[in-house]
């Protein structure tokens, strides 16, 4: 079983930055996918990103690539959603999830195993 807690969320304005922490419990982290996903009010769940379990590859959603970056550390389980040049569409609920299997980039968010609760990041213009 594996526990993932966000953090980092908050308020802010368009064009900062802002990175995203999620925390994970359990042994088996370092062998595990890493994505990130978000929600905005009244849409559906949208992939972001997704790290390989050794760091080595990302994959990104074309809305946010060239401005976020995702990134690991394996001894301190966990991973980090760097948000920069942030925009006011990108206002959502940010949830880190674990992918257990081999697939790569996996970006459908159903076939993860673990989810964290989530943190809010809101972008005013």
């Known amino acids: 079983q594996v526990q993932l807690v966000e953090s980092g969320g908050g308020l802010v304005q368009a064009g900062d930055s802002l990175r995203l922490s999620c925390a994970a419990s359990?042994?088996?982290?370092?062998?595990?996918?890493m994505g990130w996903f978000r929600q905005a009010p009244g849409k559906e769940r949208e992939f972001v990103a997704v790290?390989?379990?050794?760091?080595?590859?990302?994959y990104y959603a074309d809305s946010v690539k060239g401005r976020f970056t995702i990134s690991r550390d394996n001894t301190k389980n966990t991973v980090y959603l760097q948000m920069n040049s942030l925009k006011p569409e990108d206002t959502a609920v940010y949830y880190c999830?674990?992918?257990?299997?081999?697939?790569?980039?996996?970006?459908?968010?159903?076939?993860?195993?673990?989810w964290g609760h989530g943190t809010q990041v809101t972008v005013s213009s």
């Open positions: 999830a674990a992918d257990r299997s081999s697939s790569w980039p996996e970006v459908r968010g159903d076939l993860y195993d673990y």
């Open positions: 359990g042994r088996t982290f370092s062998r595990l996918h």
């Open positions: 790290i390989s379990w050794s760091g080595g590859s990302a």
